[in-house]
């Protein structure tokens, strides 16, 4: 008999609304599967059970009352970078510690007027800024697969929470494949939406013209559910687009014939492991033969992806982190007068990645060097959307692998900022342009580690980025792998 933690969110409700399972009974399995397993991994930050079990009852009640919400009493875990009132929200630094917001993010409260049951918060970088989840103030999260490995990042605890059966879904950010990179590394499926598709009201800033909040789940269909509730159009948010949001489920009817998949010849290169370019070239022959057609494409300015965001992400990093000053909110170092009590307060509070880029992007802002690092950056960014605006003219879909590698041990990297920056090579553009893109998982090297392939959608088409990782999932049974962990 399956275990309650590893039905789909797709499963889990279909048995809620035939009165087979409660969402009481469903909420108290994960909240036993964290107890029996949390303590290995390092995936959750803050366990929510006594507001977890009030809203599973709420929601029962509701089922009982004829109410019927698109997940209604379905058990998730959210990023700890998004406000969520009432229950502590900590980014994965010391600056934080004890802040409980009046206020949840717009997609946490939409998906909470949709019925979902909030298990707590998940392990990330610090203000998300990492690769690996190393950077977290206060645990290392570890690969469900291999516990000696990182689970990627920032999002690495969702990731890991989903793969080791401890939420049915999960909300994570991605900046330049904080959803994408642990997607691959944990072997599940994971989107980051179009820039402006989801509300950033209630998100911890970390690179505002970046950041997006985006379902971590085990299938297309499940993402697809999530997705549904939150997208859409936000006056609190000035960035969030007011554009039709599709019946995404609704499309998912594996009518993928004919649709053109762009293969980038920058994203098969050098320093790519040979177990990850043949998994992601296997699927790429999989989507061929569902009826879709590769057509070999450049994005040409590919290569300065890297720098362009390396100036860009900590350049507004350096902005949005000026307001931990111990004054308002989070950790105060006091000593006395204002300037000592507030580097005190940030020397302390901060770690050493996110010291590292608050400099880089003070750097690059100053007097000086703004026009020839920050202006030049973004101009580099003008020409990788275009390289995007030009391919989608050709093609619907681009296919890329999502990591150059599979998960590395937890230490491997910390020694060698440069090395980590490289684990989102192939994460970055598609950040930069500001289009979705979907992890899939699509097999695992020698060691048993997963392999994600990338696919990348025109910015607002996440409909056909579903349809089409659907269509994948419904022909290949790399998402339902399970690690033998317990």
């Known amino acids: ?3 309650l933690t590893d039905l789909t969110i797709t499963d889990a409700l279909a048995k809620l609304r035939a009165r087979d399972i409660s969402a009481v009974e469903l909420t108290r399995a994960y909240l036993d599967r964290i107890t029996q397993l949390d303590d290995q991994l390092q995936a ?29 009493g379905i058990p998730m875990g959210i990023k700890d970078v998004l406000s969520t009132k009432g229950v502590e929200t900590t980014c994965g630094s010391k600056i934080l510690k004890g802040y409980t917001p009046v206020f949840s993010a717009t997609s946490v409260a939409r998906l909470e007027a949709a019925g979902m049951v909030m298990l707590g918060k998940l392990n ?9 989840t190393e950077n977290s103030a206060f645990k290392v999260t570890r690969n469900p697969w291999d516990v000696s490995r990182v689970p990627g990042g920032s999002s690495g605890g969702s ?33 980051k939406p179009s820039y402006g598709r989801v509300s950033r009201y209630g998100l911890v800033a970390f690179g505002s013209s970046l950041d997006c909040p985006g379902p971590l789940a085990r299938s297309v269909e499940d993402v697809a559910r999530i997705l549904q509730v939150m997208a859409g159009h936000d006056p609190l ?20 014939k004919g649709l053109k998949v762009g293969i980038p010849k920058e994203y098969f290169i050098e320093g790519i492991e040979p177990a990850v370019e043949q998994a992601v070239r296997a699927a790429i022959a999989q989507l061929e033969s569902l009826g879709m057609e590769p057509v070999e494409i450049s994005l040409p300015h590919t290569d300065y992806s890297l720098p362009t965001y390396y ?25 006395g007068e204002m300037w000592p009590t507030y580097r005190a307060t940030r020397g302390e509070g901060f770690g050493a990645e996110v010291k590292r880029r608050i400099m880089i992007g003070t750097y690059a802002l100053s007097a000086g060097y703004y026009d020839a690092y920050y202006g030049k950056a973004q101009a580099v960014r003008t020409l990788i959307k275009q390289d995007f605006d030009k391919a989608f003219e050709q093609v619907d879909l ?25 684990q989102d090579v192939f994460t970055l553009p598609a950040s930069l342009a500001g289009v979705p893109g979907l992890n899939l998982p699509c097999g695992f090297d020698g060691q ?19 349809r089409a990782g659907h269509a994948y999932q419904q022909a290949t049974d790399w998402h339902k792998q399970q690690p033998a962990f317990h």
Request: charged content about 15%.
């Open 1 to 3: 008999m399956t275990a």
């Open 44 to 72: 959750w930050l803050t366990v929510a059970a006594d507001y977890a079990l009030n809203a599973a009852e709420q929601a029962d009640k509701a089922r009982a009352a004829g109410d019927d919400q698109p997940l209604l």
């Open 124 to 132: 990330m970088d610090e203000f998300a800024m990492g690769s690996s």
């Open 159 to 191: 990731a890991a929470a989903v793969i080791a059966g401890m939420a049915a879904g999960t909300l994570g950010t991605d900046t330049g494949g904080s959803i994408r990179q642990p997607g691959a590394f944990c072997g599940i499926t994971a989107l």
């Open 237 to 256: 948010d000035a960035t969030s687009m007011p554009a039709d949001v599709p019946d995404y489920l609704a499309g998912l009817n594996g009518d993928v």
């Open 311 to 335: 100036i860009i992400a900590p350049a507004e990093a350096s902005a949005n982190l000026a307001r931990y000053d111990g004054v308002r909110f989070g950790l105060r170092v006091d000593k």
């Open 398 to 422: 681009i296919a890329t692998p999502t990591t150059p590698t599979t998960a590395f041990t937890i230490g491997e990297n910390t020694d060698d900022p440069l090395k980590m920056y490289l």
């Open 448 to 466: 048993n580690l997963p392999i994600g392939m990338q696919l990348i959608a025109p910015a607002f088409g996440e409909d056909v980025l579903l």
